[in-house]
């Protein structure tokens, strides 16, 4: 499979590249209390409190943030980039199914304003993500598995 890479450049700079989103997947042992609400505070808990959850399809989705990282340009003027987490909580027999990606904007600085669950203004759609936010993403999925893990 190949990974898709998208680069920016200004000059003989290299601004950042984004390469395809490796969403954190894993199982845990079933608790007492729901899998959903589970994920939902542990999310809180390290500083993405969830706004906005349907529990019927297990979906959770975090507040949008400015990351405060320049990436590029959009209309010839300096973008950031703008991100959420979304985690999807399944259940099976005995366990619980876990999948944690984030959704991702390239947004002209100044130029959007975000709420609670929604981003808008002058803003792209992104499918990769830079190496830095790919490792916050790897390194919140290892807390939430190892705090749903201890849990019971």
Request: glycine letters at 10%.
């Amino acid at each position: 499979m190949r990974a898709l890479v998208l680069c920016l450049s200004l000059g003989p700079f290299m601004i950042g590249c984004a390469a395809m989103q490796r969403p954190v997947e894993f199982t845990v042992p079933d608790a007492k209390d729901a899998p959903y609400d589970r994920v939902s505070r542990e999310l809180a808990a390290n500083g993405f409190g969830p706004v906005t959850g349907n529990r019927e399809s297990g979906i959770i989705h975090t507040k949008w943030q400015d990351t405060g990282f320049k990436y590029g340009f959009i209309q010839e003027q300096s973008a950031t980039i703008v991100r959420r987490f979304t985690a999807v909580v399944s259940r099976a027999e005995g366990s619980a199914r876990v999948i944690l990606r984030a959704d991702v904007k390239r947004c002209i600085q100044g130029g959007f304003t975000v709420d609670d669950t929604d981003v808008r203004g002058s803003c792209e759609v992104m499918d990769g993500l830079v190496p830095s936010h790919q490792a916050e993403l790897d390194r919140l999925g290892a807390k939430l598995r190892s705090a749903l893990s201890s849990r019971g």
